[in-house]
T-cell receptor, first 117, second 117 residues
Framework: AQSVTQLGSHVSVSEGALVLLRCNYS??????LFWYVQYPNQGLQLLLK??????LVKGINGFEAEFKKSETSFHLTKPSAHMSDAAEYFC???????????????FGKGTHLIIQP | GAVVSQHPSRVICKSGTSVKIECRSL??????MFWYRQFPKQSLMLMAT?????????EQGVEKDKFLINHASLTLSTLTVTSAHPEDSSFYIC?????????????FGPGTRLTVL
């Protein structure tokens, strides 16, 4: 069975500092991996996804993530934090594939990113 | 971009009543939609996979008679919480899979907050 572990329920960084949100996964087959962002009382917005192409994936808003199979990790980074990055971030995995696309996602518990002025 | 809507955004009901939540893909067709449940400050849990024209597939532990799913068209899936009780209070989020995209990108609705009194 697939699973996702996000280390750190809360991460606090200063504005302009590096953002690093950790995600480790467990999957019995090559996975599809995703990072989503959720602002208060809103749905999820896709930041980026890994789908077995390039291991370094660039997403929206300056975020990127690197798939490391040997470490079963998919950490999310951003070189310089902005106040608007404050939100909840979810890592998700899908390993089953049917009908032309991957199936329902398994989410990590989420990391609340706090940006200090 | 692909847009998914949910209606209503908030609903408050009395214990014992049934509540229907709609999920619509506005600018694409979705043969597959997913229903998730999110408890306060927690992650999303996949409840069921909704397949157009066929029965939904429920995750283990989800009562199919409690959470009725109907996917009657390529743009609409509904979740009906039957005989709702306070423990059913939660944030319900749907997503729709755009078959035209590679690698299964799911587009999420803004969510429906259900409060059962």
């Amino acid at each position: 069975a697939q699973s996702v572990t996000q280390l750190g329920s809360h991460v606090s960084v200063s504005e302009g500092a590096l953002v690093l949100l950790r995600c480790n996964y467990s999957s019995s087959v090559p996975p599809y991996l995703f990072w989503y962002v959720q602002y208060p009382n809103q749905g999820l917005q896709l930041l980026l996804k890994y789908t077995s192409a390039a291991t370094l994936v660039k997403g929206i808003n300056g975020f990127e993530a690197e798939f490391k199979k040997s470490e079963t990790s998919f950490h999310l980074t951003k070189p310089s934090a902005h106040m608007s990055d404050a939100a909840e971030y979810f890592c998700a995995v899908s390993e089953s594939y049917s009908g032309g696309g991957a199936d329902g996602l398994t989410f990590g518990k989420g990391t609340h990113l706090i940006i200090q002025p | 971009g692909a847009v998914v809507s949910q209606h209503p955004s908030r609903v408050i009901c009395k214990s014992g009543t049934s509540v229907k939540i709609e999920c619509r893909s506005l600018d694409f067709q979705a043969t597959t939609m997913f229903w998730y449940r999110q408890f306060p400050k927690q992650s999303l849990m996949l409840m069921a996979t909704s397949n157009e024209g066929s029965k939904a597939t429920y995750e283990q532990g989800v009562e199919k008679d409690k959470f009725l799913i109907n996917h009657a068209s390529l743009t609409l899936s509904t979740l009906t919480v039957t005989s709702a009780h306070p423990e059913d209070s939660s944030f319900y989020i749907c997503s729709a899979r755009d078959e035209g995209y590679s690698y299964n990108e799911q587009f999420f609705g803004p969510g429906t907050r259900l409060t059962v009194l």
